[in-house]
């Protein structure tokens, strides 16, 4: 199998690549200009590596003459809601011509192949609430310039699949964790806060957002097993939610780092961090997914944390 994974060098992009190339596929990628492959170094000599940016056509259509992949995983794309809302031109533009870029260049190259086209649960916005189950046909309200640049990648997805017939399959993940993830997310910012700390870097203080909400998180590995079998067993023109069908309580996440810690740290509400329309609660539906499939999550949140701590120890000075 020959796979293509847009944003190979990003946070799941690189457990993607390491999966596809563990299974003897032949991998290539893309990678945005300038960004670092620190993620992809213990395989990069095993990929075909494009450094292109999506917005540019016809260096989009050379990554195509060189390589005809079987499978494409579409990663790439901006991915901060809170930078959304201070940039939304900069998100609608990346992730929505981007995808549009890309799925002209499978049209006219590759129309055979299978697209796993990433989009984000995000889109569903303000139906997510304890009240509602979410599932795939729930209404699609979407509460930031990201969730909106997510919800129309999502529909060009469909338009594709009806006027083009390509084999676009949907994957709306929720969040997702674990080693590499930049620390613009929540996970990630109080594991290198705490690594900092356990460091003597650092006061022993968290400043956090609001940490008195509920959100579903999803290991990376265990996110990139899905990504793989919905590009094998998924149905085109089909979405479906990725996540653990888990609520974590924010708070209880942030204790279990400061046990993992084995120190006394305070915990510091920062305004700074506070995010614009939050979601306090979610129930979301993976059932789809799982009749599918047959995938269902596998990594133990603590194992989860425990790592993604190790990882930001290694990277702390």
Not at 275 to 292: F, H, P, Y
């Amino acid at each position: 199998m020959k796979a293509l994974i847009t944003g190979i060098n990003g946070f799941a992009g690189s457990f993607l690549a390491e999966s596809l190339v563990g299974s003897n596929a032949v991998v290539a990628g893309t990678i945005q200009p300038g960004t670092t492959l620190e993620n992809i170094a213990t395989i990069k000599d095993t990929l075909s590596l494009f450094e292109v940016d999506l917005l540019d056509q016809e260096k989009l259509a050379i990554v195509f003459n060189s390589f005809s992949p079987d499978v494409i995983f579409h990663l790439a794309g901006a991915s901060s809601v809170k930078e959304s809302f201070d940039h939304p031109a900069k998100f609608l533009n990346v992730n929505v011509m981007g995808s549009l870029n890309l799925l002209e260049n499978v049209k006219k190259y590759v129309p055979q192949a299978t697209v796993l086209l990433v989009t984000s649960g995000a889109i569903y916005g303000e139906s997510l609430s304890a009240d509602n189950l979410v599932d795939e046909q729930s209404r699609v309200l979407p509460k930031s310039p990201y969730a909106v640049s997510k919800a129309a990648q999502d529909m060009l997805g469909r338009v594709y699949v009806q006027a083009a017939n390509l084999k676009i399959v949907i994957a709306r993940p929720f969040n997702h964790i674990g080693p590499r993830q930049s620390d613009d997310f929540f996970v990630s910012t109080v594991a290198r806060q705490v690594a900092e700390i356990i460091k003597g870097k650092k006061s022993p203080e968290l400043n956090l957002a609001n940490i008195e909400v509920y959100r579903d998180f999803t290991d990376v590995r265990d996110m990139v097993a899905a990504y793989l079998l919905l590009s094998q067993k998924g149905r085109a023109g089909e979405a479906y939610n990725i996540c653990s069908g888990k609520r974590y309580f924010l708070k209880d996440i942030v204790n279990m780092f400061i046990e993992l810690s084995g120190k006394n740290i305070a915990i510091k509400l920062d305004p700074a961090r506070l995010r614009k329309l939050d979601l306090v609660d979610m129930q979301i539906d993976n059932s789809k997914i799982i009749r599918a499939t047959g995938w269902k999550p596998e990594v133990e949140i603590q194992q989860s944390l425990k790592d993604t701590l190790g990882y930001w120890l290694s990277k702390v000075a």
